[in-house]
């Protein structure tokens, strides 16, 4: 079955940091743009990050640029979004999304998503 | 990496169809054929209904149809079910890897 399984969220302080996890499997993460997404409790669904299949480019939403960090490991098939100096509004579930294979934009596959909270 | 605008809400009954609207801009949704749709349920995942503006991924139901013209793409449901009952969002390739997202819009079936 093909999946994706968030972890690493949580409750966090303004200006913390914490480092999001996602695990695949069912299909070979090797071949595909990942990306992550999130959604403030009751807000719409926001692109935030997403990086190439070998991890040399990457691309941000611009209210997270220099403070987040996209990064995989092929060899355990797992995606990672570390976050730095983190505010209010950076609360919400965050969602890892598979980009499908080809001459093609879109998210096909999700996670279930991972709570982050932060707040003092 | 402004929002595309969509309606708040659309309602229809059973059967009926509604359309909604997704606005963009020259730099997103009238340059690319890269529009996407996803429902979204209460506490769930979105899930994708419409890929490059117009096609239905394997299992999704022919009701549910997209398109474009200009800056604003579509996404109409016809033969309204109370299933459909949702939120839904369209997503645009913005060049440089990046996407963004709609503001969202509530679908009530009536």
């Known amino acids: 079955e093909v999946q994706l399984v968030e972890s690493g969220g949580g409750l966090v302080q303004p200006g913390g940091s914490l480092r999001l996890s996602c695990a695949a499997s069912?299909?070979?993460?090797?071949?595909?743009?990942m990306s992550w997404v999130r959604q403030a409790p009751g807000k719409g669904l926001e692109w935030v990050a997403n990086?190439?299949?070998?991890?040399?480019?990457?691309s941000y939403v611009d209210s997270v640029k220099g403070r987040f960090t996209i990064s995989r490991d092929n060899s355990k098939n797992s995606l990672y979004l570390q976050m730095h100096s983190l505010r209010g509004e950076d609360t919400g579930v965050y969602y890892c999304?598979?980009?499908?294979?080809?001459?093609?934009?879109?998210?096909?596959?999700w996670g279930r998503g991972a709570l982050v909270t932060v707040s003092s | 990496q402004s929002a595309l605008t969509q309606p708040r809400s659309v309602s229809g009954s059973p059967g009926q169809s509604v359309t909604i609207s997704c606005a963009g801009t020259?730099?997103?949704?009238?340059?690319?054929?890269?529009v996407s749709w996803y429902q979204q349920n209460p506490g769930k995942a979105p899930k994708v209904m419409i890929y490059?503006?117009?096609k239905r991924p394997s299992g999704v139901p022919d009701r549910f149809s997209g398109s474009k013209s200009g800056n604003t793409a579509s996404l109409t449901i016809s033969g309204l079910r109370a299933e459909d009952e949702a939120d839904y969002y369209c997503?645009?390739?913005?060049?440089?890897?990046?996407?963004?997202f709609g503001t969202g819009t509530k679908v009530t079936v009536l």
């Open positions: 999304a598979r980009d499908p294979v080809g001459a093609t934009w879109y998210f096909d596959i």
């Open positions: 069912g299909f070979s993460f090797s071949i595909y743009w």
């Open positions: 990086i190439k299949q070998d991890g040399r480019e990457t």
């Open positions: 020259s730099s997103d949704v009238g340059t690319y054929n890269f």
């Open positions: 490059d503006v117009s």
């Open positions: 997503c645009s390739y913005a060049g440089t890897y990046t996407y963004v």
